[in-house]
C-alpha cells in the first residue's frame, strides 16, 4: 500500500490541510486503533474525547468540529468528513482488477446474450434467455434464472439467486445471498388447507440500488415489485409481494415490509421496523427504528413506536410511562383524601 | 400468451359473468396498472376507489362488493377473488414444464435412490443414502445431506441446504437459501466457557408444508423439530430446536420461535413476531405482528404486543397511553385543589 | 447405535445412579416421546409433570430436582443435566468420520495453502492466497474468497460466504448460508444520491465461536470488525460494521446491532434485539428479547423493553399500563368530586 502525503489528501478531498503537509498516510482507522501512519476522521461530537489519545498521523474533520480538536493534532478540514471517504478511500484502497472472463466451470444455457467485459465466477448458472449487460460482474454460485435482465455495471456477488424474469437495472449491487423475485407468501383457504396463489408477476429493480445480504424480494402476484432507482437496501430484508418502494429511499437491516405497500421517494426506514400490508409511507417520511408501521405516515413526518405515531408523541408517551407507575399512588393518596369513607 | 374470453374466465372460477361476454383478456393485473388486455381484482372495500380509473378489461369480485361497482364495470362474481385466482392463474400464466432430467454436473453420492420423473438442477448435491421421491424437482446449487428423505412431488428451490437426516413429506415448497436441520443453539457453561450441546435429533417436515426464502429450521437437540402438514411458512422466519408445529398453520415473514414450543393447528402467527421457548402456542390462535409471547395463548384467543396480552386489552391500553401526558397535567390540578398547601 | 448401560451413563457424566444398573438405553429424547430403550432428562421444574408417564428408561437429573422425581424412576443424579449431555451424546451419537480429502470439484487457485488433513465438499471454491489450517472441515458450495484465513479444526458447513480477507479463528463452527465480511451500510449523500463509501476494513472472528445459519456479520468500514474468543452468534443475527463483540458474548436468534457498537465480555442478547451503533453493552449484561437499545447498558444490569431500561422499572411500568383504563375511570370519579361544577 503506498504512502500519501497529507498535501495530496487534502487535493484529493478538496479540504483544507492544516498540519505538516509532508505527513504521510497509508490507510483510514478509527480514531482508537489508528498507528502513526494512519489518517483517522472526527465523525461526531461523540468522538473528540478519542482525539486527544489518538496516534493517527492526522484526521478529516469538518469545520466546525475543527474548533474543539487540539491544536497540535494535524487536519484535513473538510464540508463532510464521510463524503471526502468516499473520495479518498478508492485511492487508498484500489479494489483488485477483475479481468472480465467466464470461468470454465459456469453452466451458461442456450440464448444467454453476455455484453462485453462481463466477468461469471465459477460454478455459476445463467439459464436461457437471461440478457447481461456490459462489464456485468457475477460471483460464484449466482443463479441466475430464465429470462433474466441485468443492466451494465451490476455487480452481484456469491450465491445470489435471480429467480425467473427479473430485472435489475445498471449499477446495482446485490450482495451475497439475497434472493429477488421469490414467491410471494399468499394463500386462499379451500377445502381445509391453505391453497397456494400462484405468483405470477414480476421483480423490477432499477438503476444505483443496493441490495444486502441474505435480503428477499419477493416477486408480485399479479403486477410487479418494484425498486426504485438509488434506494438502498440493507442486510436480511424482507420485501413483500407487490410493495412498490421509490427513489433513494433507505432501509436498514431487518426491516420487513408486508406486501402492496408503497414506500415513497426519500423515505428512510430505520431497523427491525414491520409495516402492515396496502399502505404508503410518504415521500421523506422517517420511520424510527423497531417501530410498528400499521397505517399510512404522511410525508415528511417522523414516527416511531407501536403502534408508529409521530416521533415527539411516542417520546412523551414513553416517558410518561416510566413515572406511571409513582402516579398510581398519587392517585390512591388523592382517593383517601376525597373519599375518606371508601374502602379501597 | 393466449387470449381468453370473459366466458371462459366465468367457466374456469365457476363466477357469475356481468358484460359483454366476448371482452378477451390475456393477464392479470392490479387495478391501477392493468391494461385493456387483462382483468383485475377488487380484493376489499380498500380497492374500490380504484375501480373508477382503471383500464382493465374486467374485474374478478365478490358479491357483495360487486353492488359498489359501477355498472358499466364487466365483472365476473365469484365468493372469493382470491381462490378464483387460484384457478385462473394456472391456465393463464401455465409454469414452464421442467423436463425430468438430472444436470449431468450433479453429484450423486452412493447408495442415492431416485423416483421417477426426478429433476436435478446443476451443481447440485445429494449425499449418500438419501431417497428423492417420484416427480420432486431440486433446484441448482442445493446440498442434499447424507440420509434425508424428500417426498413424492416436493419442490426445492435453488441453494437450499438440507442437513443430515432431513424429512420433508410430499407436495412440499422449499424457496432459495433455506436451511432446514442445521445444529440448534444449545450450550452448557463449563470451563469457563460456552460449550455447545451436540444437537442429535431430526427435522420433519410434514406434507404440504411450503418454506420461505432463507428460512431457518433447527434439528431437535434430543428428539426431533416437526412442521405438520399444510403449514406455511414465509421467508426469514427462524425456528429453534425442539418446536412441534402443528398443521395448517400460518407463520408471517421474520417471526422466531425459540426452542421447545409447541404451536398448535391452525395458529396464524403476524410478521416479526417472537414466541419464547416452552410454551404453548393454541390451536385457531392469532398472534399480531411484532407481539413478543412470553406466555401460553389459548386456544382461539387473539393476542399482541408486548407481552402479549388479548388483543383489546392491549389497544385500549396502547390508547390509553396515547392520553397519558394530558392525564398527569389533570392528576396535578387534582393534586393542587386537594392538597392546596403542599409543595409540589 | 450400541447399547450402554446405567453404569456406564454414569461412569461418562460422572453422576451417581439409582435404580437398576443393567438397564440399557440407545438413545437420548425427550420425556414425553422416549421410549423404553432411552435416556431422557429433567431439564427443570417444569417437565416434572412429564415423569410419571414418561416410557423413558431412565433419567438425568439435578440432586435438587431428583427429590421430586417419583422413587420408582430410575436415574442419574449430576450436577447439572446439560453439562451432562455435552459429555454423553458424544458417546451416544458418534459423528460419521469425515475422510480429509478435497473433493475433485473444489477449486483452488493459486496460493492458497491447506493445512494436514484439510476436508473440502463439493464445488467449493477457494481463492488466491486464502489459508486453511490442520483439521478444517469446509462443506460444499463454500465460496472463501481471496486472502482469507480459517484456523485449525474450524467447519464450515456448506454455502457458507467469506468476503475477501475475512480471518476466522480455530475450533470455530459457521452455518450454512453465514456471509462474513460483507459490505457495511453505509452511504453519504452526494449529488443527489446517496454514494456508498467504501467498506475497506476487515472481518476478525476468534477462536471458538459459533456463527448462526443465514447470519450476516459486515467488515469493518474502517478498521475491523471483531468478534471475540468463545462467543456464540444464533441464526438470522445482523452485526454492523465495525461492532466489536467480546468474548464468551451470546446473541441469540434475529437480533440486530448496528454499527460501531460495542458487546463487552459475557454479555447475553436476547432474541429479536435492536441495538443501535455507537454505544456500548457492558460486560455481562443481559438484554432482553425484543428489547430496543437505543443508549449504553451498565455491565452487569438486566434490561429490557423499548427504549431498554432496568428490567423492574420496565416489568413494573408494563404492570402498570395493562391498570391505565381503569386509572382513567377513578380519575374521572375524582374530577366530578373536586371540581363538581366542571363541565367535563
Known amino acids: 500500500m503506498p504512502f500519501f502525503s497529507l498535501t495530496q489528501v487534502s487535493r484529493i478531498t478538496g479540504g483544507q490541510l492544516s498540519g505538516d503537509p509532508e505527513i504521510r498516510v497509508r490507510g483510514v482507522a478509527p480514531l482508537d486503533t489508528a498507528g502513526p501512519e494512519e489518517l483517522s476522521l472526527v465523525a461526531g461530537h461523540r468522538y473528540l474525547s478519542y482525539v486527544h489519545a489518538t496516534k493517527a498521523a492526522a484526521v478529516l474533520v469538518s469545520e466546525s468540529l475543527s474548533r474543539e480538536v487540539p491544536g497540535a493534532v494535524a487536519r484535513v478540514v473538510v464540508p463532510d468528513p464521510h463524503v471526502a471517504l468516499t473520495q479518498l478511500l478508492p485511492v ?117 440500488v443496493e441490495i444486502g445480504a441474505n435480503t428477499t424480494i419477493d416477486r408480485g402476484s399479479i403486477g410487479d415489485t418494484t425498486v426504485g432507482r438509488g434506494t438502498k437496501i440493507d442486510n436480511l430484508v424482507q420485501i413483500g409481494h407487490n410493495c412498490r418502494l421509490g427513489r433513494h429511499v433507505i432501509i436498514v437491516s431487518q426491516v420487513g415490509i408486508s406486501g402492496s405497500t408503497t414506500i415513497d421517494d426519500g423515505a428512510v426506514i430505520g431497523g427491525q421496523v414491520g409495516i402492515v400490508g396496502h399502505i404508503t409511507v410518504g415521500a421523506g417520511a422517517k420511520v424510527g427504528a423497531q417501530a410498528g408501521v400499521i397505517g399510512d405516515v404522511a410525508p415528511g413526518s417522523t414516527v416511531s413506536g407501536y403502534p408508529a405515531r409521530p416521533h415527539k408523541e411516542a417520546m412523551r408517551a414513553s416517558a410518561a410511562l416510566q413515572r406511571l407507575p409513582g402516579l398510581m399512588e398519587r392517585i390512591g393518596r388523592i382517593e383517601r383524601a376525597v373519599f375518606p369513607n371508601k374502602t379501597p
Open 92 to 208: 487508498l484502497y484500489p479494489e483488485p482488477k477483475v479481468e472480465p472472463s467466464v470461468h470454465p466451470t459456469a453452466v451458461l444455457e442456450g440464448g444467454v446474450v453476455l455484453g462485453n467485459r462481463v466477468a461469471i465466477g465459477a460454478y455459476t448458472v445463467v439459464e436461457e434467455g437471461s440478457h447481461l449487460g456490459d462489464d456485468v460482474r457475477i460471483g460464484a454460485h449466482v443463479m441466475i434464472s430464465r429470462g433474466c435482465e441485468v443492466g451494465s455495471a451490476t455487480v452481484i456477488h456469491p450465491h445470489v439467486t435471480l429467480y425467473p424474469g427479473v430485472r435489475i437495472g445498471a449499477r446495482c449491487l446485490v450482495r451475497s445471498g439475497a434472493r429477488l423475485g421469490s414467491d410471494g407468501f399468499g394463500h386462499a383457504w379451500m377445502d381445509g388447507q391453505h391453497r397456494k396463489i400462484p405468483q405470477v408477476g414480476g421483480c423490477v429493480i432499477e438503476d444505483d
